[in-house]
């Protein structure tokens, strides 16, 4: 346990291994530093809890696995930072975030979940701020009432049978040139209360495989600078959600397809604009398309689209 004010440093080619039901706590006050290339290793079942203003850091290349129905818990106002060539893997393990806690990927870190790896934001934060964190080969994240945000540079990738889930109140910002792909089979669903904001020169990309679902009261705007486009195969269906281009940019192009259907509604207005071009689809099957002014609604080449402003489509 580590607690108070006390330090722990590993540096250097240090490892620490939890194995078994190894346990490693970081309560109040309590710092674990990763020097250079400095390892964490969690064994099957080890856990970690990063406990009330308990601080980890991950940076220098150093490195922290969480694989094998390990456990690591970062809650009650506890931070994390992965930076400066640091990676977390998380695979076959589980990582959640709640409770104010905070975990923070930039400067070039580098977070990975994949082989069943878990990671669930539920209250928390998770910023990814210059660095890269990549949802793939089985990985899950919900974020269920808790905030994730990608921006200044940050990148999240979900491919490769990655599934990001975000309702409860959950929320996704991605905006200040922050970056996020989804292709190769990755999964993106947005529900129950569940909020996704592009703006600010943020960029969303659905392509090779990708799907995004907004559905059951999930809501998705695009404004303020906000790029999204769908293409080479990528998917976006609207199915009982909302998605709102306001001031932003939507485009269909290179074989993308959306589909607005059974409740799901589209909303054009502000300046906000939408290009389907290249070979892009758009359905709208019950669901509606309202474009609030001419300038709502722009570019239209080919495909199926609406293209008439000041029009509602049922």
Not at 75 to 91: E, I, Y
């Amino acid at each position: 346990m580590v607690g108070g004010a006390s330090v722990v440093e590993v540096g250097g080619g240090d490892v620490v291994e939890a194995g078994g039901a190894g346990v490693i706590e970081v309560v109040r006050g309590g710092v674990v530093e990763l020097g250079e290339e400095g390892v964490v290793e969690l064994g099957r079942e080890g856990v970690v809890v990063v406990g009330r203003r308990g601080v980890v850091e991950v940076g220098g290349g150093d490195v922290l696995e969480v694989g094998g129905r390990s456990v690591v818990t970062v809650d009650g106002g506890s931070v994390v930072t992965v930076d400066g060539g640091g990676v977390v893997t998380v695979d076959g393990g589980v990582v959640t975030v709640d409770g104010g806690g905070v975990v923070t990927v930039d400067g070039g870190g580098v977070v990975t979940v994949d082989g069943g790896g878990v990671v669930t934001v539920g209250g928390g934060v998770v910023s990814g701020g210059g660095g890269g964190v990549s949802f793939d080969g089985g990985g899950v994240v919900t974020v269920d009432g808790g905030v994730v945000s990608v921006d200044g540079g940050g990148v999240v990738t979900v491919d490769g049978g990655g599934v990001v889930t975000i309702d409860g109140g959950g929320v996704v910002t991605v905006d200040g040139g922050g970056v996020v792909t989804i292709d190769g089979g990755g999964v993106v669903t947005v529900d129950g209360g569940g909020v996704v904001t592009i703006d600010g020169g943020g960029v969303v990309t659905v392509d090779g495989g990708g799907v995004v679902s907004v559905d059951g009261g999930g809501v998705v705007t695009v404004d303020g600078g906000g790029v999204v486009t769908v293409d080479g195969g990528g998917v976006v269906t609207v199915d009982g959600g909302v998605v709102s281009v306001d001031g932003g940019v939507v485009s269909v192009d290179g074989g993308g397809v959306v589909t607005v259907d059974g409740g799901g509604v589209v909303t054009v207005d502000g300046g906000g604009v939408v290009t389907v071009d290249g070979g892009g689809v758009v359905t709208v099957d019950g669901g509606v398309v309202a474009v609030g002014g001419l300038e709502g609604l722009a570019v239209v080449d080919t495909g199926l689209a609406v293209a008439q402003g000041g029009v509602t489509v049922r």
